[in-house]
């Protein structure tokens, strides 16, 4: 029959919503090329994580070509090696050949903290997807202590008081895909963060003292896995500044009227990564939030139920 992408995105789609592995690293195969559909990297390395998850080895093996050419994930030749270490478990000559090659170029100590990711990981988990952050990046704790890199901003005017918050933690509320985030002027210490990823709740004082902070609730995919930015209709903004802590507001924004998403990509499923950019306003507060998160494997007991 004729040539038609469209057509084959629309089944391999139908298949890797139910699970199908191979149809799932076809559809993240089509993002990747642009064939059916726009060209998407981060959507290409969504759908290549759930089939990589499944033990897909070629998934696994893209997800290491992605890593090692900064390709829709940030450039990581730890993490390149140790999905190629996965991948090349079958003992397949080229991705052994690719894992051999990358080993060459990291430290002694960088080579086994990526080969003990390798050798930890097991079918139907999340793929290595992060490494303890070093220096002054700032980090959130995921399942089991394990340390998760962050990047987030939020910059704007809360009742009028001008913030900044580049410290945050995230919760995912994994039934319905559901997100939070909390921005933080000050650090936010391994304990706060691992007790938001559970309750999605971050208190607006610390030892008497007021912070400065927002927290945002929202659907990414509006329900789905996929994230995008049209899916997002709402989101549950609560707010707080130290100067002024009665210009705090709790809304409920409304797309296009109170914010708009000007990106947002990604897979929000236990271990993946999001990365969005909202902007809006409400009254006297102001914000722009950016942030490239990846999400815990512990399930939130409580958050923002997506349909």
Wanted: charged share 20%.
């Amino acid at each position: 029959m004729p040539n038609d992408d469209k057509e084959a995105v629309s089944w391999f789609r139908k298949a890797a919503d139910q699970g199908n592995p191979a149809a799932q690293y076809n559809l993240g195969l089509m993002y990747a090329k642009g064939a059916g559909l726009p060209l998407d990297n981060a959507q290409a390395i969504a759908w290549f994580r759930k089939s990589a998850a499944q033990g897909f080895q070629i998934a696994q093996f893209k997800l290491g070509v992605a890593y090692e050419n900064g390709e829709g994930v940030p450039k990581d030749p730890v993490l390149a090696l140790a999905n190629y270490a996965i991948a090349a478990r079958g003992g397949y000559k080229e991705y052994v050949e690719y894992r051999d090659d990358i080993s060459k170029q990291l430290s002694q100590a960088q080579r086994a903290t990526a080969l003990a990711m390798a050798d930890n990981w097991k079918v139907g988990e999340p793929m290595p997807s992060h490494v303890a952050a070093t220096g002054p990046s700032p980090t959130t704790t995921a399942a089991a202590g394990a340390p998760v890199k962050t990047r987030c901003s939020a910059t704007g005017s809360l009742g009028g008081e001008k913030f900044s918050a580049n410290n945050c933690a995230v919760s995912l509320h994994g039934d319905s895909h559901g997100v939070a985030i909390w921005f933080n002027e000050e650090p936010i210490t391994a304990e706060e963060a691992a007790a938001f990823q559970l309750s999605s709740y971050a208190d607006s004082a610390k030892g008497g003292k007021q912070r400065t902070m927002a927290t945002i609730m929202f659907c990414p995919g509006g329900g789905a896995a996929i994230a995008s930015p049209g899916a997002i209709k709402s989101i549950d903004l609560n707010t707080n500044h130290a100067k002024s802590p009665l210009a705090g507001v709790q809304s409920l924004l409304e797309a296009q009227s109170d914010f708009k998403v000007e990106k947002m990509t990604g897979d929000t499923t236990p271990g993946g990564v999001l990365s969005g950019r909202i902007v809006g306003s409400r009254g006297k507060t102001s914000f722009t939030f950016e942030f490239d998160v990846t999400l815990p494997i512990k399930d939130a007991a409580a958050g923002l139920a997506c349909k």
